[in-house]
């Protein structure tokens, strides 16, 4: 025996109203008052409730294959049925035909459901309801229909208003991760532009979703992509005649103009995108700038995040040593987004893959124009080798040979960072400016990064003027260069005679201008303790750029 379910009336509904979805269940009909008043019961075919409905027909007879297409709720008084009606046939043919569901009206043909129509119903996963009162259909079609039309017309709005967003967003020439995070505003959902490797060239979280979206994002998605999983809705990005990726939104969102509807128009905008850029490795130099100025700036939640956010544009951490890497950018065309510099970025991670390393890469607008890269190297590589035949491939063919300075190596993302901000402040300091083609190590310059990270504390930014205050006065009032002087010596303090020559100097001239330096500071150039603060404000005062 089938079990009925009893739909009470409720007074309280009483004026037809749009469901907030953005189409129409069998659900939302069996809530519509017109319904409502000829007492359904719910007979079969519970778990279909939420089938979409695209319309109703009233169907009599009991061939329903020329009649139907697919979406329809069909109401039947039964009265056309043949006397020996076969209702497995009947539903069979329902079911294949694409209905959503059977609305029966009982006291005309049938006093109560036929058992043999309601097992073939739940049989087949076809909804089933009785109605026990008299209902004139066509007020259930009219309230069907006006909802279905009153969705359309909403669903036509929401798309005009999605439509003119992306073409302002297009109009304004608006970057990738501004198309990506309005599309994710307008769904309220996560959304994840990936290339076609899988890689995550940008992303935009949803209001309140703290899941780690990026762990193991490559071959979650790998297999998403293989298997079509729920909860997961995409549009590919085509332009030149190629596919380039996709955009992907997860948590299954509902919006009114359709989420595939939305997804494409963002698609849309990302290909008009791609269209106005010269170079066919755009996405890679927004993935590795952005992910690059999101640690430096320190645009985190957790490092756990961060590293699966790496990970998932091709950057692996797990069991590798990481380090931060700066190149020196020649010339004068180094601003990040020029010619001369995405040919060098693209000339470095031809040289890394070549290697086997995996790198992200910027062009960073500093001080000093340089390349700013985070290197990842397998097990089996040791980073000062791998780096220095890194460059040679990297230089191979260029007539410049150019700075490079690394940061010590890590195993955490926490260390990739120090090691990137060594690497950039070995660069800015130019100390002990290495020939140009050395790598530049953090070991051989710690006392200078030292200083260079105490250089805001206030007491760090006198102490040069209390130390040298009587020599940068002399210098500046007679045009004399005994700092110069000062800082030849304090480089080859054992060795005055390669001092005074690096200082263009003769010997005499030289030792004159040391004991006049000795006498305005009042300290001897043979104590270790004196040498070691006169070094110490030396460089603190190169570091701020005043000399």
């Known amino acids: 025996m089938i079990e009925i379910q009893t739909l009470p ?58 009649f139907l297409s697919g979406g329809e709720l069909v ?62 259909f066509i007020t259930i079609t009219e309230a069907v229909h006006r909802v279905l039309l009153t969705q359309q017309m909403h669903a036509l709005q929401a798309r005009d208003s999605v439509s003119s967003r992306f073409t302002q967003l297009m109009d304004i020439g608006s970057p990738v991760q501004h198309i990506v995070a309005e599309t994710s505003r307008i769904l309220g959902a996560t959304v994840v532009l990936e290339d076609l490797a899988h890689q995550v060239v940008s992303h935009a979280r949803g209001p309140g979703d703290d899941h780690e979206i990026m762990e193991n994002w490559r071959v979650r998605s790998r297999v998403a992509a293989g298997n079509p999983v729920e909860g997961r809705a995409c549009a590919p990005i085509q332009a030149r005649g190629r596919q380039w990726g996709r955009i992907i939104a997860l948590g299954s969102p509902e919006h009114a103009a359709g989420t595939g509807f939305v997804l494409a128009q963002a698609a849309t905008a990302l290909s008009m995108e791609l269209l106005s850029q010269q170079h066919d490795d755009y996405w890679t130099k927004v993935s590795h700038q ?58 470095l991670r031809s040289a890394a893959a070549s290697l086997g390393l995996d790198v992200l890469c910027a062009g960073r607008q500093a001080d000093i124009p340089m390349i700013l890269a985070a290197l990842s190297f397998r097990p089996a590589k040791e980073p000062q080798a791998t780096i220095a035949e890194l460059l040679k491939r990297f230089r191979a063919g260029s007539p410049v040979s150019t700075r490079a300075t690394t940061g ?67 210098d500046a009032s007679t045009g004399s260069d005994l700092l110069r002087t000062l800082i030849a010596y304090l480089k080859h303090p054992t060795n005055r005679t390669l001092a005074a020559a690096e200082s263009h100097l003769s010997r005499s001239v030289f030792y004159q201008r040391l004991a006049l330096v000795e006498g305005l500071l009042d300290r001897r150039l043979d104590d270790g303790q004196d040498l070691a603060t006169l070094h110490v404000a030396t460089m603190i005062h190169q570091q701020s750029g005043s000399s």
């Not at 004026?15 to 069998?26: D, F, G, N, R």
């Not at 990481?322 to 010339?331: T, W, Y």
């Not at 050395?438 to 209390?466: N, V, Y």
């Open 9 to 66: 009336l409720n007074p309280a509904k009483n004026q037809t109203v749009c469901p907030a979805k953005s189409s129409l269940t069998v659900r939302d009909v069996l809530e519509l008052p017109e319904l409502l008043a000829g007492s359904p019961q719910l007979v079969a075919g519970a778990r279909e409730l939420d089938a979409r409905i695209r319309w109703v027909h009233v169907l009599e007879s009991s061939s329903v294959m020329d």
């Open 75 to 136: 109401l039947s008084t039964a009265v056309g049925w043949a006397a020996d009606i076969d209702f497995q046939h009947y539903v069979r043919s329902l079911v294949a035909s694409g209905v959503a569901g059977l609305v029966l009206e009982l006291g005309i043909r049938y006093q109560q459901i036929p058992q043999g129509l309601a097992k073939a119903c739940e049989q087949h996963r076809l909804p089933l309801i009785a109605l026990h009162q008299r209902t004139r």
């Open 290 to 347: 952005r992910l690059l100025e999101g640690l430096l700036e320190r645009e985190l939640s957790n490092w756990n995040e961060l590293e699966h956010e790496f990970e998932a544009a091709g950057f692996e951490f797990g069991g590798r040593t990481v380090l931060g890497l700066a190149i020196e950018l020649p010339g004068t065309d180094s601003a990040p987004d020029s010619y001369s510099v995405h040919a060098e970025l693209n000339s």
């Open 408 to 474: 010590n190596p890590s195993t955490s993302m926490p260390g990739l960072l120090a090691s990137l901000e060594e690497a950039i402040a070995l660069m800015t300091l130019g100390t002990g400016k290495s020939a140009a083609g050395d790598i530049l190590q953090p070991r051989s310059q710690e006392l200078a990064l030292l200083l260079h990270k105490m250089r805001a504390e206030p007491s760090i930014r006198g102490f040069p003027e209390r130390i040298l205050g009587p020599v940068l006065l002399h």
